[in-house]
Each structure stands twice: as C-alpha cells, then as structure tokens.
C-alpha cells in the first residue's frame, strides 16, 4: 500500500509564504505523475499543481506565478512552495501520486490557513 506524507500546512498571513512536502513511501519515479490539489469547504477538489517523471510542471491559472512544485530526486520527496499567499488559497492541500498501473493515490491532507 502506498502512502503519502503530507507536511508544511498552517496559519499565516496574507502575503507570506509556506511550503508543503510529501513523503511517498516509495520512489517518486515509481509515479508518471505527481502533484498538489487542494480542497476549500464547499468546493471540489481542484488541481493546483502537477510533475511529470520527466520533469514537466503545469500550474493552476490561480497560483501561477506565486506557486512552484519540485522534488528533490535524492530525498523522494515532493514539495510546493507557496508565496505571496491570498485568503483565497485557504484549503486543505492534498498530495496525489498517479501509478503507471493507473492506480491514484492521495495524502491525508495538510491545512493552510491565510489570514487577511
């Protein structure tokens, strides 16, 4: 079974920053794709951010220019920077791993909170 780690969620300003890792319980490479979503009361799930293996990233038109996915190849691990942060991007963030089998996996969700 695999797991995802989430870690980095919590309380700040607007303005300020945080940064998200996930730890798969296996190699990255093991995915053909990673990637951050995230979940406000309400709202469906959304795509935030994604990773091929080869390296390709793709961004949410929302947080494109302010939010950056990467990995680190060594640790295996998956992170997403987050700067200039908006009350609007308040959500439970989610890490998923999608398996070459097709199979989906997903963390349990780290909270990120942005005060006004």
């Known amino acids: 079974q695999v797991q995802l780690v989430e870690s980095g969620g919590g309380l700040v300003q607007a303005g300020g920053s945080l940064r998200l890792s996930c730890a798969p319980s296996?190699?990255?490479?093991?995915?053909?794709?990673m990637g951050w979503y995230r979940q406000a009361p309400g709202n469906q799930r959304e795509r935030v951010a994604t990773l091929t293996r080869g390296g390709a990233t793709n961004y949410a038109d929302s947080v494109k220019g302010r939010f950056t996915i990467s990995r680190d190849n060594g640790k295996d691990m998956l992170y997403l920077q987050m700067d200039s942060l908006k009350p609007e991007d308040t959500a439970v963030y989610y890490c998923?791993?999608?398996?070459?089998?097709?199979?989906?996996?997903w963390g349990q969700g780290t909270q990120v909170t942005v005060s006004s």
């Open positions: 998923n791993a999608l398996g070459f089998t097709g199979i989906n996996y």
């Open positions: 296996r190699s990255i490479f093991s995915f053909n794709f």
